[in-house]
Each structure stands twice: as structure tokens, then as C-alpha cells.
């Protein structure tokens, strides 16, 4: 609960405290819960079972399960009554699989667990599939009998030696062209430097040239729609018989001539009437390529919690593994649970599915923290040239010492509509298997509006964590006022939103290209460095990495752009530019602040001399 000197008036906040606790220690509670059952998975899990196949009794062969009297310990392999359709008839377990293929007999046969072919009963389980009316040579693949055909084996063997000797060529330029990963990865990582400069110079053009481009193209297409269906139009007032593809033809570019028509009309609108928006989200845009530059290092701070995201998924997997593959009738004694069926392991996994989610969405929320902070340190300040040192690492201090609570809070609502989502699957899946499948297509409309629900709860906490970042307040406090300025300066949002989305979308596929033009560009020259046979796969590859660098670069651009538009529209509530509440924006943002100042008042002022005239 400590505190830190006081700020400047309407700067960033630094008299800060912690809030929202409870959820922190909520948190470290549920945690204890989550190492319990990680600890007991460990203790009575095998996920080595779970590659033994289960019968049609959800008996896994080759373990001590007993069905109607029979162990299965000695029978390792599956086989299906009816291969051709293996759900129609029982699967069961067999000690081996059948070496040729005959009828059964008296003696000789396939049968379910506890039943006896006899002459009587012969005709009747045969005709059922109790036992199977045809045994089938088979060969044992993941313990499961496979039917094989002597006929086919020389082909399939002369195919399977082809697609191997292919597939080891592959592998080979794969594992060779291992130097040009790390290039990929180094290169995109500097182009996307240079691209965030390049932005800085010429975001406005790039900006205004893109929806130039953009309304050009609905024109095109529009004019190119006309053109198609005045044609067929032609083609059908000439003609006797008509075929139907032309009248759809006529038909599709008549409709698509007027889509593509209002398309353009309402982006022509919407350059007019939102231009000064517009020169704004390009400013927001600038001053974030700005702060980039004064903080290089900032990219490197997501590293760290994605490595931490990476690990917390591999445990997971690893206790979600060994949960599913603990046998029922066993008693938890860490928990003081039994597993009399398999649904108190769906609870488990839920409680795991939920504490994941939890945790994933906390780092996240750290790391959005700490970054919005950090270009929060760089726009409240008057003087941009008099930035304070180390922003990144005092904004990451910030958030552990003051904000965790608040991020716990945020990522719990993000991890409770996320379980739900989960619940919602295991119900579907319930639903199919059930006779209820007629609650399948309402399952699906709350599937849909959980996942609507999710992002709307992850924009508010991502705005609201902004907002603790630069006022340090409580979570709801934040995402309340968070919410406020947004809706107050809704047409501005719209333009930040579409212009940066716009941005980011055209930076990555530039990242991207440039790398992988470089790379072939080098590897055509440098082609006796590296011997590859078949450059398309390494490249491919290269591709791949240079663009999860350019959309892990360019995630903290966006979120940039989303901080300094928060701090603008504080700035601009809060401050009006005296030397008592200073403006911290750009000076171009300035310009275009008094601009939109003066129409207002000059629309307040013309109705007033009318009335004195």
C-alpha cells in the first residue's frame, strides 16, 4: 500500500495504491486448487492409456477393466464387428489379431464379451453382429485391427516407398534451411523497425491514399458490375433461348453494380464527413511510431510473458492429459474425492480449463498494462525530448507493485465467459451423443453470443487497463471512465479504429512480403551456400516466422495507437490549453484541436448576429 511522490496536474499518475486485492488473493487460492489437482493428476494419471483403444463399453483394451466377466488385461487389440461400419456393430477386445480371413465356427469365432456361439444361437448373433460373421485378415496399427489386403500390399508398398523418399527430401530442406529461420525471424524484425519509420514519415499519405484507393476500387467494380449486366442485357434482348447462367449472370451484376455503387457512395460519405477524424487517427498513428522509436526495447517486454504462455499451456496439456486418463472408481486422496464416473473428471477439467484461462488472460493483461503504460510515460510529458528513463521498466514496476489486483479482476471475467464457452461445447457433445439434438441449434445461438460477450469483455479490460495504467485507479473505475470517453468521442474512435486496423493489416502483409522477398532474393544468389532442392517449403516456412514476428511487432503498435488515443481524449477533456492546464499533445494535434475549436464557435456565433441583425 506504499505511494510515491505527487505529479504534475493532469499528467501521469504516480500517487497510486493497490486495488481490487481480494481478486489477487482470490486468484492465489484458486491456484492452491489447481496444484492439488495437478498433483493428485500426476499421482493417478497414465497418459500412456489413452493410446490404448476403447470398445464400444468405453473399456480401454489391454488394461485390468472387467466386462460381463471377462479381464481385458490380455487383450491388447480392438476389433470391429463390422468394419465397414464400425459405429453400427460392438467393438471389443480381442488377444490378437486374426492372421487370415475365414467363417466363423463352433470353434473358431469373434464374439462380445460373455456370449457363447452355440448351433442355436448362431444365426441370431451373427445376423446382430454380437459376433462377427466375417472374420477379416487384419494387421494391428495402434492396437487397433486394421483390415489389410495381400492384393494391394506390393502397390501400397512401391506408393508408401515414393511418398517417403519425397517426404525425406522435404524434411531434409527443412531441417537444412534452419539458418534462414533465424534470418527470417532477425530480418522481419528489423524491417518492421524500419516500417514503423517509414509510418512516421508518411502515415498521412499512406493513410489517405489507401481509402483513395479504396473508394477507387468500389467505383471499379461498381462501373465493372454495369458493364457485365448491360452486356447479358444485350445478349438476352437478342436472343430466343436464353441459358440460366446468363440471366444470373444479368442478375448478379445488376445487384453487385448496386452493392458495390452505395458501397462507394457511403465511403465518399465517410471521407467527407470524418476527414478531420481522419487527420487525427493519422496523428495517433504518427506520435505512436514516435514513441516506438524513443522506446526500441518495447518490443522486446511481450517476449517474457509470451514465453511465460508458452510454458503455462505446455502444463495444460500435461495435467489435462493425465486427468482424462484416470481410471473411474479411484479415490483422490489429495482431494478426498472418488471417481465413481467420468463426470467428476469434467469437473476437474473445467476447475483446470477455467484456472488456465485465468491465468492466460492475467498475462495478458500484464502485458497490456505495463506497454500502455509505457506510451503513457511518453505522451504526458511536455517536452517529449525530456522523456523519463527506463519508461518500460517503470511501468512494469508500477504494475506488479500497485495494479495486479485490478488485472486479476479483468482476466476473470475474460476466464468465466471463456469457461462457459467451453461448457457450451461439452454440452453439444453431450446433446449429439444423446436424444436431445434438438437443443444442438440453441446451443449454437449461445455459443455465438458467448463469443460476441468474450470480445466485448476483453475491449472493456483492455480500455480499462489502459486507464489503470495511466490514472491508477480501481478496475471498474477505469473501464467506466474508460467507456465514458470512448462513447463521448465515438466518431473519432471509429476513424482510429478503421485507420489503425487499416494500418496494421497493410503493415504486417509488408513485413511479411519484404522478408520473404529478401530471403529468396538471397538464397537465388547464395544458391551454392545452401543446397535445397525445393526452395518453396524453407520459404513458406520463412514466410510463417516473419509473420508472427510482424503481428507480435505489430500487437504492440496497436495497443500504442490505443494508449495514445486514451491519453488524447484525457488530455482533451481535462485540459484546454492555459498555462494553468497545458495541452500534452502533438502540436499537430493542436492545430487540428483549435481548427475543430474555431468552427464551433463560429457556428454559435453566426445564429447569435442574426438575431441582433
Same mark, same amino acid.
Given at each position: 500500500?506504499?505511494?510515491?511522490?505527487?505529479?504534475?496536474p493532469?499528467?501521469?499518475?504516480?500517487?497510486?495504491k493497490?486495488?481490487?486485492?481480494?481478486?489477487?488473493?482470490?486468484?492465489?487460492?484458486?491456484w492452491?486448487? &489447481?496444484?492439488?489437482?495437478?498433483?493428485?493428476?500426476?499421482?493417478?494419471?497414465?497418459?500412456?492409456?489413452?493410446?490404448?483403444?476403447?470398445? %464400444?463399453? @468405453?473399456?480401454?483394451?489391454?488394461?485390468?477393466?472387467?466386462?460381463?466377466?471377462?479381464?481385458?488385461?490380455? =487383450?491388447?487389440f480392438? !476389433?470391429?464387428?463390422?468394419?465397414?461400419?464400425?459405429?453400427?456393430?460392438?467393438?471389443i477386445?480381442?488377444?490378437?489379431?486374426?492372421?487370415?480371413?475365414?467363417?466363423?465356427?463352433? +470353434?473358431?469365432?469373434?464374439?462380445? !464379451?460373455?456370449?457363447?456361439?452355440t448351433?442355436?444361437?448362431?444365426?441370431?448373433?451373427?445376423?446382430?453382429?454380437?459376433?462377427?460373421?466375417l472374420?477379416i485378415?487384419?494387421?494391428?496399427?495402434?492396437?487397433?485391427?486394421?483390415?489389410?489386403?495381400?492384393?494391394?500390399?506390393?502397390?501400397?508398398?512401391?506408393?508408401?516407398?515414393?511418398?517417403?523418399?519425397?517426404?525425406?527430401?522435404?524434411f531434409?530442406?527443412?531441417?537444412?534451411?534452419?539458418p534462414?529461420?533465424?534470418?527470417?525471424?532477425? #530480418?522481419?524484425?528489423?524491417?518492421?523497425?524500419?516500417?514503423?519509420?517509414?509510418?512516421?514519415?508518411?502515415?498521412?499519405?499512406?493513410?489517405?491514399?489507401?481509402?483513395?484507393?479504396?473508394?477507387?476500387?468500389?467505383?471499379?467494380?461498381?462501373?465493372?458490375?454495369?458493364?457485365?449486366w448491360?452486356?447479358?442485357?444485350?445478349?438476352?434482348?437478342?436472343?430466343?433461348?436464353?441459358?440460366?447462367?446468363?440471366?444470373?449472370? =444479368?442478375?448478379?451484376?445488376?445487384?453487385?453494380?448496386?452493392?458495390?455503387?452505395?458501397?462507394?457512395?457511403?465511403?465518399?460519405?465517410?471521407?467527407?464527413?470524418m476527414?478531420?477524424k481522419i487527420?487525427?487517427?493519422?496523428?495517433v498513428l504518427?506520435?505512436? %511510431?514516435?514513441?516506438?522509436?524513443?522506446?526500441?526495447?518495447?518490443i522486446?517486454?511481450? $517476449? *517474457?510473458?509470451?514465453?511465460?504462455?508458452?510454458?503455462?499451456?505446455?502444463?495444460f496439456?500435461?495435467i489435462? $492429459?493425465?486427468?482424462?486418463?484416470?481410471?473411474?472408481?479411484?479415490?483422490?486422496?489429495g482431494?478426498?474425492?472418488?471417481?465413481?464416473?467420468?463426470?467428476?473428471?469434467?469437473? #476437474?477439467?473445467?476447475?483446470?480449463?477455467?484456472?488456465?484461462?485465468?491465468?492466460?488472460? *492475467?498475462?495478458? +493483461?500484464?502485458?497490456?498494462?505495463?506497454?500502455?503504460?509505457?506510451?503513457?510515460?511518453?505522451?504526458?510529458?511536455?517536452?517529449k525530448?525530456?522523456?523519463?528513463?527506463?519508461?518500460?521498466?517503470?511501468?512494469? !514496476?508500477?504494475?506488479?507493485?500497485?495494479?495486479?489486483?485490478?488485472?486479476?479482476?479483468?482476466?476473470?471475467?475474460?476466464?468465466?465467459?471463456?469457461?462457459? =464457452?467451453?461448457?457450451?461445447?461439452?454440452?453439444?457433445?453431450?446433446?449429439?451423443?444423446?436424444?436431445?439434438?434438438?437443443?444442438?441449434?440453441?446451443?449454437?445461438?449461445?455459443?455465438?453470443? #458467448?463469443?460476441?460477450?468474450?470480445?466485448?469483455?476483453?475491449?472493456?479490460s483492455?480500455?480499462?487497463?489502459? #486507464?489503470?495504467?495511466i490514472e491508477?485507479?480501481?478496475?471498474?473505475? %477505469?473501464?467506466?471512465?474508460?467507456?465514458?470517453?470512448l462513447?463521448?468521442n465515438?466518431?473519432?474512435l471509429?476513424?482510429?479504429?478503421?485507420? @489503425?486496423?487499416?494500418?496494421?493489416?497493410l503493415?504486417k502483409?509488408?513485413?511479411?512480403?519484404?522478408?520473404?522477398m529478401?530471403?529468396?532474393?538471397?538464397?537465388?544468389?547464395?544458391?551454392?551456400?545452401?543446397?535445397?532442392q525445393?526452395?518453396?517449403?524453407?520459404?513458406?516456412?520463412? +514466410?510463417?516466422?516473419?509473420?508472427?514476428?510482424?503481428?507480435?511487432? &505489430?500487437?504492440?503498435?496497436?495497443?500504442?495507437i490505443?494508449?495514445?488515443?486514451?491519453?488524447?481524449?484525457?488530455?482533451?477533456?481535462?485540459?484546454? @490549453?492555459?498555462?494553468?492546464?497545458?495541452?500534452?499533445?502533438?502540436e499537430?494535434?493542436?492545430n487540428?484541436?483549435?481548427?475543430?475549436?474555431a468552427?464551433?464557435?463560429?457556428?454559435?456565433?453566426?445564429? &447569435?448576429?442574426i438575431?441582433?441583425?
Open positions: 500500500m506504499g505511494e510515491e511522490k505527487a505529479a504534475p493532469m499528467g501521469l499518475a504516480t500517487k497510486r493497490c486495488h481490487d486485492v481480494i481478486f489477487l488473493i482470490l486468484m492465489l487460492a484458486f492452491v486448487g &489447481m496444484w492439488l489437482i495437478a498433483n493428485t493428476a500426476l499421482k493417478y494419471g497414465n497418459p500412456m492409456l489413452l493410446l490404448k483403444p476403447q470398445d %464400444s463399453y @468405453g473399456n480401454r483394451c489391454g488394461t485390468a477393466k472387467v466386462q460381463n466377466g471377462i479381464s481385458l488385461l490380455d =487383450r491388447p480392438l !476389433y470391429y464387428n463390422n468394419p465397414a461400419q464400425p459405429a453400427a456393430a460392438p467393438s477386445c480381442i488377444a490378437e489379431c486374426p492372421s487370415v480371413t475365414t467363417y466363423p465356427t463352433i +470353434g473358431n469365432n469373434i464374439c462380445n !464379451y460373455g456370449i457363447t456361439l448351433d442355436a444361437n448362431f444365426a441370431e448373433n451373427t445376423a446382430k453382429f454380437q459376433c462377427a460373421p472374420i485378415q487384419s494387421k494391428p496399427i495402434m492396437n487397433k485391427c486394421i483390415p489389410s489386403d495381400p492384393s494391394a500390399t506390393s502397390f501400397a508398398a512401391s506408393a508408401a516407398s515414393d511418398a517417403s523418399s519425397k517426404m525425406q527430401d522435404i531434409q530442406d527443412v531441417m537444412v534451411a534452419w534462414y529461420y533465424i534470418a527470417a525471424a532477425l #530480418l522481419s524484425l528489423g524491417v518492421a523497425y524500419i516500417w514503423v519509420y517509414f509510418l512516421r514519415l508518411f502515415a498521412k499519405v499512406m493513410v489517405w491514399l489507401t481509402i483513395i484507393i479504396i473508394n477507387l476500387v468500389f467505383a471499379a467494380i461498381s462501373g465493372a458490375c454495369y458493364y457485365v448491360v452486356l447479358q442485357q444485350n445478349v438476352i434482348d437478342n436472343s430466343n433461348s436464353v441459358p440460366d447462367y446468363v440471366v444470373f449472370t =444479368r442478375d448478379a451484376g445488376k445487384y453487385g453494380c448496386f452493392v458495390f455503387l452505395a458501397l462507394f457512395v457511403l465511403m465518399v460519405i465517410f471521407t467527407i464527413f476527414r478531420n487527420r487525427i487517427a493519422c496523428e504518427k506520435e505512436t %511510431s514516435i514513441a516506438i522509436g524513443k522506446m526500441p526495447y518495447i522486446i517486454f511481450p $517476449l *517474457f510473458l509470451w514465453a511465460g504462455c508458452v510454458i503455462l499451456l505446455v502444463y496439456i500435461i489435462a $492429459l493425465y486427468l482424462v486418463s484416470i481410471d473411474d472408481g479411484v479415490t483422490l486422496s482431494l478426498n474425492i472418488e471417481l465413481r464416473d467420468k463426470y467428476t473428471v469434467y469437473y #476437474l477439467l473445467i476447475y483446470h480449463c477455467f484456472g488456465f484461462f485465468w491465468m492466460y488472460a *492475467f498475462l495478458q +493483461g500484464v502485458n497490456q498494462t505495463t506497454i500502455s503504460g509505457s506510451f503513457a510515460a511518453y505522451y504526458w510529458v511536455l517536452d525530448m525530456d522523456m523519463q528513463k527506463h519508461p518500460i521498466t517503470k511501468s512494469a !514496476y508500477r504494475t506488479v507493485r500497485y495494479h495486479l489486483g485490478s488485472i486479476a479482476f479483468g482476466s476473470m471475467l475474460i476466464a468465466i465467459v471463456q469457461t462457459l =464457452r467451453v461448457i457450451m461445447l461439452l454440452f453439444k457433445r453431450m446433446a449429439k451423443k444423446s436424444k436431445l439434438k434438438f437443443l444442438i441449434p440453441i446451443i449454437d445461438c449461445c455459443q455465438c453470443y #458467448l463469443k460476441w460477450l468474450e470480445e466485448l469483455v476483453k475491449w472493456i483492455k480500455n480499462g487497463y489502459i #486507464l489503470v495504467a491508477g485507479e480501481n478496475f471498474c473505475k %477505469s473501464c467506466t471512465t474508460a467507456l465514458g470517453l462513447t463521448r465515438v466518431l473519432r471509429i476513424a482510429v479504429d478503421l485507420v @489503425g486496423d487499416m494500418i496494421i493489416i503493415s502483409v509488408c513485413i511479411t512480403a519484404s522478408t520473404v529478401i530471403l529468396y532474393a538471397f538464397i537465388s544468389w547464395q544458391s551454392k551456400l545452401i543446397v535445397i525445393i526452395i518453396y517449403i524453407p520459404l513458406v516456412i520463412c +514466410g510463417l516466422i516473419a509473420f508472427f514476428v510482424a503481428s507480435a511487432f &505489430m500487437s504492440v503498435y496497436a495497443l500504442g490505443d494508449s495514445i488515443f486514451m491519453c488524447f481524449l484525457i488530455d482533451v477533456e481535462k485540459n484546454d @490549453g492555459s498555462p494553468a492546464k497545458p495541452f500534452y499533445m502533438s499537430s494535434l493542436k487540428i484541436m483549435h481548427e475543430e475549436s468552427k464551433k464557435l463560429s457556428k454559435r456565433v453566426e445564429p &447569435m448576429a438575431e441582433e441583425y
